[in-house]
């Protein structure tokens, strides 16, 4: 199966990128080296990741546009930013339905 990541980046030196809208939702961030801060047009944090961090998850509570900065003269590569369901279904093959959550599951 191939994946549909909803944005990506190969790579993200001490600068900063503007992401297009994204809904809201769980949203599934990867990235390699680097501290990367991912937050919403009004730099409130969504998530912070430090340079031993690869994954990372955010909630966005409205359909807004996302920015993302290498910090600290660092370089992030293959940034990868993907809905949480999507991700979900790809890192675990399928999974439980949509209806079931860690409080709903059956065991």
Known sequence: MRR???YQLPELTNSIAKIG???KG???V???GG???VGDVDWAVKTMMRE???DAEFRLDATTSVLMQAQDKTT???IAIE???AYDMFAIGGGLPSYFTKDTAPY
Request: with cysteine; net charge positive; charged share 35%.
């Open 30 to 32: 990867h990235k390699e």
């Open 76 to 78: 992030c590569r293959n």
């Open 52 to 54: 031993g961090t690869s």
């Open 4 to 6: 549909k990541l909803d």
């Open 21 to 23: 809208s994204l809904n």
């Open 35 to 37: 501290k990367l801060f």
């Open 83 to 85: 809905s949480k369901p």
């Open 26 to 28: 769980d949203w599934h």
